[in-house]
């Protein structure tokens, strides 16, 4: 590049030669430009994090245990990304293969004739604000001149095939999945749903994060969703996100929970490891029970590092 100094084509040149060349602290700080010398610096500190640990697991684990995570989150959703697209090599369900970016895109969620619809939020803020048309669309928007409605797809059985067919991964992104289940107004100890849809994407899910465990940990898991929570010996609880985190621990303890943030629980889920020795003694062959829900925004963010931290395994992973 023509604005590119001497010292950063020299070390571009350098790291092009040989990805797991050592840098010299004198070679970074002689980049001139702040902002392209940070992104050397997040970009080598990632690699030696890589590096270090030997594989793309390895290193996402090694982060997410340090408790304190200092690169940009692209990196982490990249990370994510690739791991993800590992472990759903060879599965040819459609509705697994769009849970799947659950785990590492946000979703809008919405509500719609008794529906939980989960959205891809940057598809659905892009279609928005552009009609589907880029800068183009843009333009249209702001000469307040009208746009042809891109509309979005709810996956069912009935357009799979066009779902494999789209030609890109953001063609894809433009299928809802339906996370139905239909909530009771019990809540408390005892959180009720009863489950509606056959082909519900809560199911699809599940499976997504069986695998997840498995890939990651070793362990094997079986997730449902559930049709309730009714457990007088409920003992351990994992929030799939923030919001779910912070919901269960309220129920647990009995806290009075306000009717907004009850409406904000998309489902629920129980865990059971195939092999109770793999956890420990004092909750083996207790269910883990898992929650998913959105925030007040109407944003889901799945944070799949939850189910890898917080699982009461019996040995250290």
Known sequence: MAESCTAELRLHAA?????????ETAALQAVVDTDTRENFRHFLAFRDSLVAAGSLEGCYLALMRSGRIELPP???TDLVETIVAQLMVGVDDAFEARAAEMLWRPQRISQQDGQWLAADRDIVDLLGDTGGFGDLGRLLRRGDIPLRTLELSVLGDDNTSAFWSAETPRERRRFVLDLTHEVSAEFGHGVAFKLTRARSGTKALARVLERWVAHLLGV?????????INDEHWRWHIGLDVDASALLDDLYHGHAVEAERQQRLISLFGLNFVDRAEMRTDVAGKTVYLGLAHGADGVLKLKPQNLLLNLPLARAM
């Open 220 to 228: 094997q898991v079986r997730i449902e969703p559930l049709q309730n």
């Open 15 to 23: 790291l092009f030669a040989d990805p797991a060349a050592a840098v």
């Open 74 to 76: 692209a990196f982490i």
